[in-house]
């Protein structure tokens, strides 16, 4: 499986994007496709996850009524929807696929590449 991850920009705080991934090779049902975060000299952080087959979504508190995550199966891509950006938003932006829910990225076993997210205040 490989993960294509796009989407990623300079905004001002307050702004908005959109982040893409897209899996090659199939996606199953059970499993989850998740956005994690890592600002420079921190650790990487759960930012959101989607359940493939419910659709059922998880965030972290820290984004929770901002960040929209969802998913068209027919393009294989799940999409991380960011609002009313901060500052503090600013990291480097992974997309992951686990064959279970975690908010642990030990347990994505597949990665993508990043896309650099920097918002301006």
């Known amino acids: 499986v490989q993960l294509q991850a796009c989407g990623g920009g300079l905004v001002q705080a307050g702004g908005s994007l959109r982040l893409s991934c897209a899996a090659s090779g199939r996606t199953y049902s059970s499993h989850v496709m998740g956005w994690f975060r890592q600002a420079p000299g921190k650790e990487r952080e759960f930012v959101a996850a989607i359940r493939w087959g419910t659709g059922r979504t998880y965030y972290a508190d820290a984004v929770k009524g901002r960040f929209t995550i969802s998913r068209d199966s027919a393009r294989n891509t799940v999409y991380l929807q960011m609002n009313s950006l901060k500052p503090e938003d600013t990291a480097l932006y992974y997309c992951?696929?686990?064959?279970?829910?975690?908010?642990?990225?030990?347990?994505?076993?597949?990665w993508g590449q990043g896309t650099q997210v920097t918002v301006s205040s």
């Open positions: 992951a696929q686990a064959t279970s829910y975690s908010t642990s990225p030990l347990e994505y076993r597949y």
